[in-house]
Structures are given as structure tokens and as C-alpha cells.
């Protein structure tokens, strides 16, 4: 069984995740995250030698049709084709803050 | 309970026959909403004079073939609408405006359905009451002492209420299920991979789906048809177009096979929610179906797989929040690493 997560391993993660927890919070995360990873020990146990990866899936199993789909096994591609994107303005129309030409996000400077 | 207002399929039909129009549908759709989401809090926003706009330009195009032209639909926060507010039920997306529809949107506009407002719920989705919503809760319409479930709670309110004949929500672990359940109408979780997630806003992608609420069946096996199938736009939406739901209703359950897992019905089920399921049963097995019981061994490993892949899952998406491209950003920060986390103190 892994060692509990502490208050310190939480703000730890917190200032990775760029978050401010208040120091309750912290504790109170702690317990939750400890319990959140007693369920990995518990799906650990789950023996699965020879199935394939989900990812390698397009959930072709389906309960009523019978698509053995090979096909369908590769992630879904498309030609590597430029095709239209947003807008620059559309990407910017909601931005809390842009430069005067109105082509950037302008944000506080790093340090 | 107010009389019952028509369903989707007599919404639509009526206006074919010319009995109806879309504008006036829109417009008793927007009186409801007026006389009860006051008490309700269903909606988080009413696009009043965008969608009979919009209803006017479906009359005057005369062409009704849409499978759910004129027919008013509210669409859960969580879904992105052009040039409407998603808050997905937070503070953190005040002022968001997306540039762009989801695809289910898309194509319940495609077959002539007329957006009304998006609905309250759970924060990004995660809750099971809409008690979690920066917009205050929704109530259940038959009892607004109570929770309506959630997190698509608002949507399943919109139609309990008779405020639209049908609405959007999403479907994570429960959230379209359980708020029709207690509010008692028709909603369902679509398979993963049926209908696209693109627009809608990410909790967990493994295991997100949009899915439709509706007073009948018939109802919502049409808004079922009307939004799924393959989409360019998302990768994991199945290539392979799905068969068509409305179209297996006349059928009936002669010849249908259910599996029921009776391990899973014994813990922690009030007695009257098991009478009523073996009652639904019951129905079921005198309409032509067949019951069977399963057994469904790693169904005890669905919660440990749920908490581990939701949350990790939510974490990834929920970090582009940050008040650098949209929504709130904090006033209170002069280096950017205190602007994303005291933003995110401040919208989460």
C-alpha cells in the first residue's frame, strides 16, 4: 500500500498545477487524492494479459451489430491538408486582454 | 403540474399541416420560460429575440422537412453555441462567447430545430444535483424543495416543465440518466463514440457523450437521430454511421432480449425504487420482451476505474482555464503564475 499523500505533497502539486489552495484545502485534498489512489491498487488487481489497447479501438464493439471492423481498429486520419482554422479575430474576440493592435493576448510578464 | 404542452413530433407536425408556426412555437416556448424558470432556475440564458429571428426565417423559407423543424430546444451550458454564453455552470467562463457551434448543434439546426437558451448545471459538469452551478441550483418541478439531479439538471428541468419538448445535456456518469430519472422523463446516455464531442466542453474525454431529454420516447429517439453520427471534427466519434433509433420504434419489444443485473439492484436501493424498476420490467416482459438475468463481474471495479479516469482526465482539461485567452481573469496579479492560479481561486 503506497504512503498516504501529505498537505506537502498537495501543495506541491498545487504550485505545479498553478493553484491556490488555502491550508485546509490542502488537507483536505490530501485525503481525498490518498483515496482516489487506493482505487489504482484496486483496478491493479484486474489481470488483463492479452487485451488489446483501448486506444488502438474505435469501440466497433457493439452490442446490436456484428462490424468485426479491422478498419476500424486505426485512430480515425485525415490527409495532412492545411484547411481553414478560426479567425484570428474570432480567437481573440473573448480575450480579458489584448494588445493595442489587438493581435495579441497580453498577459502579466513572467517573473 | 401545468397541462401538458405538445411534443416535438406534434410541435413539428402541426406546423406542416400549417396549424402552427415556428415563430409561435418559439414564442410559447419563451412565455414558459418567462412564467417558470423564475422559480425553476433551469436556464442560465434566454436567446429570445435570436431565436424567433430564427424561427421567423424557418416560416418564411417554407420548407418543413426538417425532423424537427420549428421545434424548440434548450441546450446544457456545457455545449457550445455561436455567439451565445457557455459558463459551463462557473464563474471562470464569464464573458465566454464561443466562436463556433458544436457539432450536435450544427445539426439540430440542419434539421430545423430553434435554439432557446443554454441550461444550468453542475460546474464543468461535475455533480450529480446542479447544486454545484455559480448560477445558484435548478429545482424539481415536481417538488422545488427538491434537486432536480444533475449535472444536466437545468436541461431535464427545461422539459419536466414544459418549457421546451426537448433539451441537450451530457452524459459523463449518470449526468443525462439520473436527472430524467428524478424528474421523470426520458433521457438517455448514447454509446461511446455515437455522437461528437466536438463543442462540447471537456470533463472527461474518455467518457463524455451528449446526449437528448424528452417527454416520450419517440421524442427523444428523433433528437437522438438528428445529432449523431461520424464528424470529422472528433476523432473518438465512431466512422460508421449508427442506425437509426426512430426507426426501430414501431417494432416494439417483440423480440428484444434484456439483461438484467440483479447483483447490482440488492445494496443500497430504496424499496420503492424497486418496486418500480421490477414493475418497468414487468411491463416490458408483457409488451414481448425477454428478461434475462446477467451477471456483470467487474462492475465492482466501475467506480475505482470512474475516480481514476474522470479525475486525471478533468485535471488535463479543466487547465486551459487559466484567464489567458477567455473568460474571468483576475484583477489581483502582476506576474503571470499568480494570474492563473488566483484566477482559478477566483472562477473555480
Redesign the interface.
Known amino acids: 500500500m503506497a504512503d498516504p499523500i501529505t498537505a506537502r505533497d498537495v501543495a506541491h502539486i498545487a504550485r505545479l498545477a498553478r493553484l491556490d489552495l488555502a491550508a485546509d484545502e490542502a488537507e483536505a485534498f490530501a485525503r481525498q487524492l490518498t483515496d482516489i489512489l487506493a482505487y489504482a491498487a484496486i483496478v491493479q488487481q484486474v489481470n488483463t494479459p492479452d487485451l488489446p489497447s483501448a486506444s488502438s479501438q474505435d469501440g466497433s464493439a457493439d452490442g446490436r451489430s456484428s462490424e468485426a471492423g479491422s478498419a476500424e481498429g486505426r485512430a480515425s486520419q485525415r490527409a495532412d491538408a492545411a484547411t481553414p482554422g478560426i479567425s484570428r479575430d474570432a480567437a481573440l474576440a473573448s480575450a480579458p486582454d489584448r494588445s493595442a493592435d489587438g493581435t495579441l493576448f497580453r498577459v502579466p510578464k513572467v517573473l | 403540474m401545468n397541462a401538458r404542452t405538445p411534443s416535438a413530433v406534434a410541435v413539428r407536425d402541426a406546423i406542416r399541416r400549417g396549424e402552427l408556426t415556428a415563430e409561435r412555437a418559439v414564442g410559447e416556448a419563451l412565455d414558459a420560460i418567462a412564467a417558470r424558470n423564475p422559480a425553476l432556475n433551469a436556464f442560465v440564458s434566454v436567446a429570445g429575440e435570436r431565436a424567433l429571428a430564427r424561427a421567423r426565417r424557418l416560416d418564411r423559407n417554407g420548407d418543413t422537412s426538417g425532423a424537427l423543424h420549428g421545434v424548440p430546444v434548450a441546450i446544457k451550458d456545457t455545449i457550445c453555441v455561436r455567439d451565445m454564453p457557455a459558463t459551463a455552470g462557473s464563474r471562470i467562463l464569464a464573458?465566454?462567447?464561443p466562436?463556433?457551434d458544436a457539432t450536435v448543434i450544427t445539426r439540430l439546426e440542419a434539421a430545423g430545430a430553434v435554439v432557446i437558451g443554454k441550461t444550468n448545471c453542475d460546474e464543468f459538469a461535475m455533480g450529480s444535483s446542479t447544486e454545484h452551478s455559480a448560477f445558484g441550483p435548478a429545482r424539481n418541478p415536481h417538488d422545488p424543495s427538491r434537486t432536480p439531479g444533475g449535472s444536466s439538471g437545468g436541461s431535464a428541468v427545461a422539459v419536466a416543465a414544459d418549457m421546451t419538448p426537448l433539451a441537450l445535456g451530457s452524459d459523463t456518469g449518470g449526468s443525462v440518466r439520473q436527472p430524467a430519472a428524478l424528474c421523470g422523463i426520458v433521457g438517455a446516455r448514447p454509446?461511446?463514440?455515437r455522437v461528437s464531442r466536438y463543442g462540447l466542453i471537456a470533463f472527461a474525454s474518455s467518457l463524455d457523450q451528449v446526449g437528448p431529454f424528452g417527454r416520450t420516447v419517440a421524442d427523444t429517439a428523433l433528437m437522438q437521430d438528428a445529432i449523431e453520427g461520424p464528424d470529422?471534427h472528433d476523432?473518438?466519434?465512431?466512422?460508421?454511421p449508427p442506425?437509426s433509433c426512430s426507426s426501430t420504434l414501431d417494432a416494439g419489444c417483440k423480440g428484444l432480449r434484456i439483461g438484467v443485473p440483479r447483483h447490482l439492484t440488492t445494496d443500497g436501493v430504496d424499496a420503492d425504487v424497486r418496486d418500480a424498476f421490477e414493475a418497468a420490467l414487468d411491463r416490458l416482459a408483457r409488451s414481448g420482451a425477454t428478461i434475462d438475468t446477467v451477471e456483470l463481474p467487474?462492475s465492482q471495479?466501475s467506480?475505482?476505474?470512474y475516480?481514476?479516469v474522470a479525475?486525471a482526465e478533468a485535471?488535463s482539461n479543466l487547465?486551459r482555464f487559466?484567464?489567458?485567452?477567455?473568460?474571468?481573469?483576475t484583477s489581483d496579479?502582476?506576474?503571470?503564475?499568480?494570474?492563473?492560479?488566483?484566477t482559478?481561486?477566483e472562477g473555480f
Not at chain 2, 322 to 329: A, C, E, F, N
Not at chain 2, 333 to 342: F, K, N, P
Open positions: 464573458g465566454y462567447m466562436p463556433y454509446t461511446y463514440g470529422e476523432a473518438t466519434c465512431r466512422a460508421t442506425s467487474h471495479y467506480i475505482p476505474v475516480y481514476l479525475t485535471s487547465a487559466d484567464g489567458v485567452r477567455y473568460g474571468h481573469r496579479a502582476d506576474t503571470l503564475e499568480a494570474m492563473y492560479a488566483r482559478r481561486r
